[in-house]
């Protein structure tokens, strides 16, 4: 009878171990409860929130170095474009020094056959007859020396210009403009001194040269550059709807020109930024 108390009892504490190695296994397979449940999913969520601030600060750094390259781009056109009238103003510098020799090229020999015919006249005059117009080649060479005079004004300004002292070339060209208001690089002072102002930021009386060339001279080269100029000014002036009518005018105007391209750009950029 004791040994069958003794295998029972070893019975017992046999299943009595299977009981603790199982449960632990059951606790293990059994579902989470609700509260687990939660905080993994507010895990998750955060994670994802995390996730989504990262890709929106990245978002916010790409949208920034798009806008600094738009800006640099801009500035570079300008600069090009600036290069590009200079070399135009060196082209028509060069043009009107040319045609000035041509014109005292010509008026040379008129000259000297006036000289030639001035002897037979006066001995063809009765004696007390004035001699014939000694004086009259005076007048030719006062009007070359004061066309002299203005294209080494004019040059002076422009060279004020390329070095980028914008203070003393709008003070050339505002000179060159009153004293020689008929001559012909006139409409390229005005367009020069909007540029000058332009430069400085003085974009309001930047505005009236461009304005006062487009009015005066209307067919000068400098057209399309200054209605260009003139949109651009106003943009600046924060005058977004004229600057725009404005730009489309040199569009529409000078459709050909380089003007136009830069024109019909910068509308691009402004109808991108108003997305």
């Given at each position: 009878?004791?040994?069958?108390?003794?295998?029972?009892?070893?019975?017992?504490?046999?299943l009595a171990s299977a009981l603790?190695?199982?449960?632990?296994?059951?606790?293990?397979?059994?579902?989470?409860?609700?509260?687990?449940?939660?905080?993994?999913?507010?895990q998750q969520q955060q994670n994802?929130?995390?996730?989504?601030?990262?890709?929106?600060?990245?978002?916010?750094?790409?949208?920034?170095?798009?806008?600094?390259?738009?800006?640099?781009?801009?500035?570079?056109?300008?600069?090009?474009?600036?290069?590009?009238?200079?070399?135009?103003?060196?082209?028509?510098?060069?043009?009107?020094?040319?045609?000035?020799?041509?014109?005292?090229?010509?008026?040379?020999?008129?000259?000297?056959?006036?000289?030639?015919?001035?002897?037979?006249?006066?001995?063809?005059?009765?004696?007390?007859?004035?001699?014939?117009?000694?004086?009259?080649?005076?007048?030719?060479?006062?009007?070359?020396?004061q066309k002299s005079a203005a294209?080494?004004?004019?040059?002076?300004?422009?060279?004020?210009?390329?070095?980028?002292?914008?203070?003393?070339?709008?003070?050339?060209?505002?000179?060159?403009?009153?004293?020689?208001?008929?001559?012909?690089?006139?409409?390229?002072?005005?367009?020069?001194?909007?540029?000058?102002?332009?430069?400085?930021?003085?974009?309001?009386?930047?505005?009236?040269?461009?304005?006062?060339?487009?009015?005066?001279?209307?067919?000068?080269?400098?057209?399309?550059?200054?209605?260009?100029?003139?949109?651009?000014?106003?943009?600046?002036?924060?005058?977004?709807?004229?600057?725009?009518?404005?730009?489309?005018?040199?569009?529409?105007?000078?459709?050909?020109?380089?003007?136009?391209?830069?024109?019909?750009?910068?509308?691009?950029?402004?109808?991108?930024?108003?997305?």
């Open positions: 009878m004791a040994h069958r108390f003794m295998a029972n009892l070893s019975m017992a504490g046999a603790l190695f199982v449960a632990p296994v059951h606790a293990q397979n059994s579902p989470m409860s609700l509260s687990d449940r939660v905080a993994r999913l507010e994802q929130d995390q996730n989504k601030v990262g890709q929106l600060n990245q978002l916010q750094q790409l949208q920034s170095m798009i806008q600094q390259q738009q800006g640099q781009i801009e500035e570079l056109q300008h600069q090009v474009q600036q290069l590009q009238d200079q070399n135009k103003a060196q082209y028509t510098d060069l043009d009107s020094r040319v045609g000035r020799l041509e014109k005292q090229g010509s008026a040379a020999p008129a000259s000297s056959a006036t000289a030639a015919q001035a002897p037979a006249a006066s001995a063809s005059a009765p004696n007390n007859a004035a001699p014939a117009a000694t004086s009259t080649p005076a007048a030719p060479a006062e009007s070359a020396a294209l080494n004004a004019y040059n002076a300004a422009f060279k004020s210009l390329r070095a980028g002292d914008y203070v003393s070339s709008s003070r050339g060209f505002r000179e060159f403009i009153q004293k020689y208001p008929n001559d012909a690089l006139t409409p390229n002072a005005f367009y020069w001194l909007g540029e000058s102002y332009y430069a400085t930021t003085n974009y309001q009386v930047a505005v009236e040269a461009f304005k006062h060339l487009l009015s005066q001279y209307p067919q000068s080269d400098k057209a399309a550059d200054a209605t260009l100029k003139l949109g651009y000014s106003q943009l600046e002036m924060k005058q977004t709807d004229a600057g725009i009518d404005t730009l489309k005018s040199v569009v529409s105007k000078y459709p050909n020109s380089n003007a136009a391209k830069l024109a019909q750009e910068r509308l691009r950029r402004l109808s991108q930024s108003t997305r």
